[in-house]
């Protein structure tokens, strides 16, 4: 039984004396250690399966006489359950350790460690601020085996209320993968995130603003009789005759442009999903490139900025001019991809050299890294129809798709 001789005026007068007892006991086995240097440390005697062992509860008085009290009941506690409390605490600070090395931001910073190599730059700094901006505020200093699908639908709720259906989604699936990454590591249990199926809002899809196809050869006669800059009216036509991504055309380089081999090489840093891209170019495209060459030819870009030659193009200039020309709300620089692939489809072309051409996600990630140049022959084909077509669009009633 705890006798409690000691006091608070006791502990902070005490000091140590060579000649003196070294040792103020307070009962129970809990004592106050006089150190030389002028410290007093909180030990505990106890004896657990007849050997006497001791442990320490920190100095005085940053651990109060309360304090220690409180430490020295609940060891007793776990001596009556037939529990060493020195091998208890060890084993505590051990599994403390684990989980501070188990926190779900270290496994998500290491699961982008080990992505690197099939990522750009720029990939895996979007994929980590990400994370920054909408994951770790929440759960970045958790340990990952203690989230459950309750805390992770909390966070994709918070996105959600903000209208960001799509970056919930995806930071689902990102969170996803980083918590199968812990389970395949041995730092986690399951994956809580398979838990949400079905649980994320959704809203109506909705086809990217474009015209028919019966309204095709308009546009192309529009384009052709451009009276804007003519870097601008060019952009246009490749973006037709290509129907690439716009961002894609915007940051295009002379390097990228193999004439003899009439490919486009796009560089997997500049695609949306980071992988290489190979646009066969039609005899229409390599036109257009050639009289573009004679314009911004001695530059980085096809299509530099018209105040600044050093910077890409402004991502606005295609869309407001097919606004210029009529089709505010009717067409965007995106809207030429929904018309290529409807018409080819409708054409009969292969459903697969389309989708390559569209550079659209294949599921298997580690093929698609490698695929770029799949169905090159038949893509080349398909795009010298696509360029026929549409040049024979733009000639209907005799108004020809010409340079200018």
Same mark, same amino acid.
């Given at each position: 039984m705890a006798s409690n001789r000691l006091t608070d005026v006791i502990c902070r007068s005490a000091k140590y004396d060579s000649d003196g007892s070294k040792k103020l006991f307070d009962g129970g086995g809990l004592f106050l250690e006089l150190m030389p240097t002028g410290s007093k440390k909180w030990r505990l005697?106890?004896?657990f399966n007849g050997k006497e062992n001791r442990m320490s509860f920190g100095d005085y008085p940053l651990v109060s006489l309360a304090e220690a009290r409180d430490k020295r009941d609940a060891a007793k506690k776990l001596l009556l359950e037939g529990i060493d409390p020195a091998q208890h605490r060890a084993e505590s600070r051990r599994q403390q350790a684990i989980k501070s090395e188990n926190l779900f931001s270290i496994i998500a910073e290491e699961w982008i460690g080990n992505k690197r190599d099939g990522w750009s730059e720029h990939h895996a700094g979007r994929i980590r601020n990400q994370l920054d901006r909408e994951v770790y505020p929440d759960l970045g200093m958790r340990p990952i085996s203690e989230i459950t699908a309750r805390d992770l639908l909390a966070v994709i709720r918070r996105i959600e209320e903000r209208g960001a259906l799509e970056t919930a989604k995806k930071t689902l699936q990102m969170c996803g993968q980083i918590f199968r990454y812990a389970v395949m590591t041995g730092r986690a249990e399951r994956d809580p995130s398979g838990d949400l199926r079905g649980a994320l809002r959704t809203r109506t899809v909705k086809n990217m603003t474009r015209i028919n196809a019966s309204e095709l050869p308009e546009l192309m006669r529009?384009?052709? &009789?451009y009276h804007g800059q003519p870097v601008t009216r060019l952009a246009l036509k490749l973006l037709a005759l290509t129907f690439v991504r716009t961002i894609e055309l915007r940051h295009a380089e002379w390097t990228e442009i193999d004439v003899e081999q009439a490919e486009w090489r796009i560089p997997a840093e500049k695609m949306k999903m980071a992988r290489p891209h190979i646009v066969a170019l039609s005899r229409q495209a390599l036109e257009v490139i050639e009289e573009?060459?004679?314009? &911004?030819?001695?530059?980085?870009?096809?299509?530099?900025h018209s105040w600044h030659c050093h910077q890409p193009m402004s991502e606005n200039t295609v869309l407001y001019a097919i606004y210029r020309m009529g089709y505010h709300s009717r067409m965007t620089g995106h809207g030429f991809r929904g018309l290529a692939s409807t018409i080819l489809n409708e054409k009969g072309f292969s459903s697969d050299w389309i989708e390559r051409q569209?550079?659209?996600?294949?599921g298997n990630g580690v093929r698609a890294a490698y695929n770029h140049a799949q169905y090159l022959e038949g893509r080349r084909t398909m795009m010298q129809w696509w360029a026929d077509h549409v040049e024979q669009e733009g000639r209907s009633n005799v108004i020809q798709f010409s340079r200018k």
């Open positions: 005697k106890f004896r529009k384009i052709d &009789t573009l060459r004679g314009l &911004t030819g001695g530059g980085r870009w096809l299509f530099p569209l550079a659209h996600v294949e």
